[in-house]
């Protein structure tokens, strides 16, 4: 066996071991600095490949909360059309320590009509808690009716969670969407709306990492995108 030239390995090491024939052999082995090399640079791709393994966390957490806010305003519309009556879904923001997030409620008129005082209203299941993310203005073109940027929504109760910011949409028996809160025969809807979501970065918003729910106001039907 011939072995390379020492000259060429400026940090291994020659040894001698004796082979299966009883007979030493001279070896090239790795020194403890190769190895150390080789360490550190598994150490450093490490640490380069976590930012990109965190963005991909991101992404599908703003993804499953697209989904969820969109499973939610298909609830509103479906009841709303199935029963022949007015359906909100309501936005809040949730502030508490560990638990950060956008809530959704979903309740429905008991008498038919787009009153929105308490006692005319039912709750449609429990509220939901959308963890880690924030509505942003979704940056949309088209004009749409941006949801986080509503103030003149219906505010409601369900249960202990409190729908207070302002920010819903109004589906009424045909199936149809508005901002408008109590609409009349002759609002009509809104044509297009939008929810942007992102996810929270510590306690900012990381609108690099955008999702957007978008509503066509003449059927209620949700969709989404992905920014």
Known sequence: MILPSSNFYPFTQRRKVRGPDGKMKQVVAFSLIELLVVVAVIAVLASLSVPAFNSIGRARGVSDAAEQVAAAIEL??????????????????????????VQIGVVCSADGTSSGIAANLRPLGRAVLVESVTLVDSGKEGN???????????????????????????????????????????????PLLAIGLAPLKGDLPDTNNRATVVIDGSTGIPRIIRQ
């Open 76 to 101: 509103a519309r479906s009841e709303a059309m199935a029963r022949r009556t007015y359906a909100w879904i309501g936005f809040s923001a949730r502030t508490d320590v560990g638990n950060d997030g």
């Open 144 to 190: 749409p009716s941006e949801i986080a940027l509503q103030t003149d929504g219906l505010n409601f109760t369900i249960g202990a969670s409190s729908f207070n910011a302002g920010k819903s949409i109004t589906f009424t028996p045909d199936g149809e969407a508005t901002t408008t809160a109590a609409p009349s025969a002759s609002d009509g809807f809104d």
